[in-house]
């Protein structure tokens, strides 16, 4: 178990992807059927090639509506005449070049690339660039939805190596609702505030209440606590 | 701390925006005082308002649910009973206000600190062709439903007008859609009849975290942030969720040096050197114990908005091999 998210904990996989020659109508229909709001273009090496999404469906539909002068309802609900007159191809409708990232990454990374390219989900690939899932804006905000058992794994994952080095037996953590509780005995403040540290880099949690009690006192007379403040980098 | 059952919970009349009636808020197991097993709970499909002093302030929220048979506030907070949602509704920990003295450090952002405003907004009698026009003209997916005193009493979605008028037209069969397009020519749907309500709200101090886990709870895209009279302030979604991720470089930089380096290692920031580049730091310097030097990466891979660290620090003393943790490398 792994403290922080990579991008492959919260992707989707596997993935539904079409080839580039896949037509319109056919990846609507998949669209449809398997209930997704995008599917990846790849060629025959699983490589991302572009992205088809529900608005590129529904602009190039609203595209044609307006080339036609048609009222503001037919923008919405485009003759099925026209629709398979003018079908095309995966590869033709498709947003390109595909926005990749790889499964290695932070999820900070994928918020970034994401933010950058405009787009709201990211073709994940491995390091010989071949897709292995596909991450979206919803995933990114799933580890909110973790359960507090999993939460509880994290934060004892950030913990365990701190805990054995400081010899405190006696800290336990319990997760109600992603607040995570710290109840026990260290020897050194500094120990508390260190322990309360490394939980908060832990994914997903809401907050950490600390509760920790300590032997002794080893940073009160510490000058650096009371800095007004430095410079940033 | 103890879960109280003092905090009172006004219930609100959605419509008419009048308390109806009072709870004292979820039991210590997190259900309902008042339903019976499986019963429908008493607050189901009203407005809630959490009264001052309780910690919940800025918690006013409307339940949509109209069978629920679980107290909504342990539902929404996801936690059981009122003690962790009053530990939540703080923004710094009892160790790390008090008594350890790091003040204000981690910050911790709030739904106002990301919400979108001003917000598009419709009335109840705004008709289904204008609503359309402004979603489309403003690039929005929803529109909250404001009553004349700016209240919140619903919200139209893009999925409510393909839910409640059709399926979009890729999904439809040829006559499936010229059926549609003769249903649709002569009519005048408003708002009152498209929108989901009461909509679920959310006040503007709530923590992102619980923003993001209320509305991955509730499988929304967007929440209108509504002040504790209910008036709408703001709406957040889940691109405003991921706006912590992109701290500037100069925020991330600060909260290294001053947060992690000196409030939480007590650690003289002058001997860190810490570059950020798009997210991205880099630690140079000399730290006195080895030991340190990975709880420093360690901690930097917590601070919101870091990609990735890479530490070149190095370090005096080596008390990783030297048995165990010595007494006088404690005390700095």
């Known amino acids: 178990m792994t403290v922080q998210h990579s991008v492959a904990d919260v992707m989707s996989h596997p993935v539904i992807s079409v080839g580039p020659g896949a037509a319109f109508r056919r990846v609507a229909e998949l669209m449809r059927e398997k209930d997704i709001s995008a599917t990846p273009v790849v060629d025959e090496d699983r490589r991302p090639l572009g992205i088809v999404s529900e608005d590129d469906l529904l602009a190039r539909e609203r595209t044609q509506a307006t080339r036609r002068g048609d009222a503001w309802a037919e923008r919405w609900w485009a003759d099925a005449d026209q629709v398979r007159a003018t079908a095309s191809t995966a590869g033709g409708l498709m947003t390109a070049p595909a926005i990749t990232i790889t499964a290695d990454a932070s999820l900070a990374l994928a918020a970034r690339r994401m933010h950058d390219a405009q787009v709201k989900r990211l073709v994940v690939v491995d390091t010989e660039g071949r897709m292995v899932g596909v991450v979206s804006r919803r995933d990114l905000l799933s580890v909110y939805a973790a359960p507090d058992a999993e939460i509880r794994m994290r934060v004892l994952a950030a913990l365990v190596p701190r805990l054995a080095w400081c010899e405190a037996s006696t800290v336990t953590v319990s997760v109600d609702g992603g607040v995570v509780h710290l109840d026990g005995e260290v020897p050194y403040r500094s120990d508390a505030m260190v322990l309360e540290a490394l939980a908060r880099t832990v994914d997903g949690i809401v907050e950490i209440d600390n509760r920790l009690e300590w032997a002794s006192e080893d940073v009160a007379a510490l000058s650096i606590l009371e800095a007004p403040g430095v410079p940033a980098a | ?332």
């Open chain 2, 1 to 332: 701390m103890t879960a109280t059952a003092t905090c009172e919970i006004a219930i609100i009349d959605p419509v008419s925006g009048e308390v109806v009636d009072h709870c004292s808020g979820p039991l210590p197991d997190g259900r309902c005082p008042r339903a019976q097993d499986g019963e429908r709970v008493p607050c189901a499909a009203h407005g809630l308002a959490p009264k001052s002093g309780t910690g919940l302030e800025g918690w006013t929220f409307q339940i949509v649910d109209r069978d629920l048979e679980e107290c909504p506030i342990s539902v929404l907070t996801g936690t059981t009973g009122l003690s962790g949602a009053g530990g939540v509704a703080s923004t710094e920990s009892p160790a790390m206000s008090g008594q350890n003295g790091a003040r204000g450090f981690p910050h911790r952002s709030t739904v106002a600190e990301v919400m979108t405003r001003p917000v598009v907004t419709i009335a109840v009698t705004t008709p289904y062709k204008e609503i359309v026009g402004l979603m489309t003209d403003y690039d929005i997916g929803a529109v909250p439903v404001l009553d004349g005193d700016r209240r919140v009493v619903g919200i139209v979605s893009e999925a409510d007008l393909l839910e409640k008028t059709a399926t979009p037209e890729h999904r439809l069969g040829p006559f499936e859609r010229r059926a549609r397009q003769r249903e649709h020519k002569g009519e005048a749907a408003i708002a009152a009849e498209l929108m989901s309500a009461p909509a679920v709200t959310i006040g503007p101090e709530t923590l992102i975290p619980m923003a993001a886990r209320m509305m991955q709870a509730r499988r929304l895209k967007r929440l209108p942030v509504v002040d504790a009279g209910g008036h709408l302030v703001g709406i957040v979604s889940r691109v405003d969720l991921l706006k912590p991720f992109l701290r500037s470089d100069e925020e991330i930089g600060r909260d290294i040096l001053d947060g992690v380096v000196r409030r939480w290692m007590v650690i003289d920031p002058a001997t860190v050197e810490a570059g950020v580049h798009d997210g991205q730091v880099t630690l140079a310097g000399t730290l006195e114990r080895r030991s340190d030097l990975d709880l420093l990466t360690r901690l930097i891979h917590g601070v919101d908005g870091v990609v990735g660290v890479d530490n070149r620090m190095t370090y005096v003393f080596d008390d990783l091999h030297s048995g165990r943790r010595p007494a006088e490398a404690r005390v700095r």
